[in-house]
């Protein structure tokens, strides 16, 4: 008797986990099953960690300063409204968005957050894209900038203390090494001084991330042009506060599901982001 009652709790376990993982592959949200697949998460409201002055990523609606748009903040919307649960923004500055959630002021952060090991010993993460780096040019690439290998002489810009001011600096290095001209590097605080410079011909190139660049291109396309771009190992996604396992199992559940069935690739291109840069979805509990 005891071993036909444990086999019907293995079995009914066994079942629950079927179902559960039947509907994702169906990509099915079932925002009335929170209670059942996620307790905890019940009647909660999430607070969701975003800067809001980062195009396409996170900023304020034109059209009503107090709505926050860009593709982090819709697919948030979007995962919270799969999962079942309310939701609304703690806006602050970037650089104190992961200590919000470290500090439980925040439940997750989701604003163009890059997984690295460090911040993984904070916070957890379910990532789902992986970054690119692009080389912003003027209209008609008037220095012919096409790859790194252009820059050789060239004046050209990245925010101060990024991974793209250290690629500049690599590359000057091996450029004086070959017999060619250094690289001018200037290094600015905040992307749109950076953009400030390009439009007054200060420089002949700024570098950082694809997507932010992409926006601006999509949306100045007669000033602007991409000149480069690669791929890196970033991956990015949301970070979320270590105690609450739920919630990152939720948000896991919602972005499958919203890869599956087109809503991540629509807001990319919604906001000009190169929907190649979408990688299988991932937990990170280092």
Same mark, same amino acid.
């Given at each position: 008797?005891?071993?036909?009652?444990?086999?019907?709790?293995?079995?009914?376990?066994?079942?629950?986990?079927?179902?559960?993982?039947?509907?994702?592959?169906?990509?099915?949200?079932? $925002? @009335?099953?929170?209670?059942?697949?996620? #307790?905890?998460?019940?009647?909660?409201?999430?607070?969701?960690?975003?800067?809001?002055?980062?195009? $396409?990523?996170?900023?304020?609606?034109?059209?009503?300063?107090? &709505?926050?748009?860009? !593709?982090?903040?819709?697919?948030?919307?979007?995962?919270?409204?799969?999962?079942?649960?309310?939701?609304?923004?703690?806006?602050?500055?970037?650089?104190?968005?992961?200590?919000?959630?470290?500090?439980? =002021? %925040?439940?997750?952060?989701? &604003?163009?957050?890059?997984?690295?090991?460090? *911040?993984?010993?904070?916070?957890?993460?379910?990532?789902?894209?992986?970054?690119?780096?692009?080389?912003?040019?003027?209209?008609?690439?008037?220095?012919?900038?096409?790859?790194?290998?252009?820059?050789?002489?060239?004046?050209?810009?990245?925010?101060?203390?990024?991974?793209?001011? %250290?690629?500049?600096?690599?590359?000057?290095?091996?450029?004086?090494?070959?017999?060619? #001209?250094?690289?001018?590097?200037?290094?600015?605080?905040?992307?749109?001084?950076?953009?400030?410079?390009?439009?007054?011909? *200060?420089?002949?190139?700024?570098?950082?991330?694809?997507?932010?660049?992409?926006?601006?291109?999509?949306?100045? #396309?007669?000033? !602007?042009?991409?000149?480069?771009?690669?791929?890196? &190992?970033?991956?990015?996604?949301?970070?979320?506060?270590? @105690?609450?396992?739920?919630?990152? =199992?939720?948000?896991?559940?919602?972005?499958?599901?919203? =890869?599956? @069935?087109?809503? =991540?690739?629509?807001?990319?291109?919604?906001?000009?982001?190169? #929907?190649?840069?979408? *990688? $299988?979805?991932?937990?990170?509990?280092?």
């Amino acid at each position: 008797m005891r071993y036909l009652t444990r086999f019907a709790i293995v079995l009914l376990s066994f079942m629950a986990w079927a179902i559960a993982n039947a509907a994702l592959a169906q990509g099915k949200c079932e $925002p @009335d099953a929170v209670a059942k697949k996620y #307790p905890s998460l019940a009647g909660k409201t999430i607070i969701v960690a975003a800067a809001g002055e980062g195009a $396409p990523f996170s900023f304020r609606d034109p059209k009503n300063f107090e &709505n926050l748009i860009g !593709f982090d903040s819709d697919i948030a919307r979007a995962a919270c409204a799969c999962i079942g649960v309310k939701m609304d923004f703690k806006i602050g500055a970037w650089s104190g968005l992961l200590p919000a959630v470290i500090a439980s =002021q %925040a439940n997750v952060m989701w &604003n163009n957050l890059y997984y690295t090991l460090v *911040r993984a010993k904070q916070v957890d993460f379910v990532t789902h894209l992986i970054a690119a780096t692009t080389g912003m040019v003027r209209k008609g690439n008037p220095r012919n900038i096409h790859s790194l290998d252009d820059v050789c002489g060239a004046r050209t810009a990245a925010g101060l203390g990024t991974v793209e001011e %250290a690629s500049f600096r690599q590359v000057s290095e091996k450029c004086v090494a070959a017999g060619k #001209p250094p690289v001018e590097i200037a290094t600015y605080p905040d992307r749109p001084s950076g953009v400030r410079m390009l439009q007054n011909d *200060r420089i002949d190139a700024m570098m950082s991330d694809a997507g932010a660049l992409g926006y601006i291109i999509a949306t100045s #396309p007669n000033e !602007f042009e991409r000149g480069y771009t690669m791929l890196t &190992n970033y991956k990015v996604g949301p970070g979320i506060r270590k @105690d609450l396992p739920e919630l990152r =199992q939720a948000i896991f559940d919602a972005l499958t599901i919203l =890869q599956q @069935d087109g809503t =991540q690739k629509e807001l990319m291109l919604k906001y000009s982001m190169d #929907p190649e840069l979408a *990688r $299988p979805v991932e937990l990170h509990t280092e």
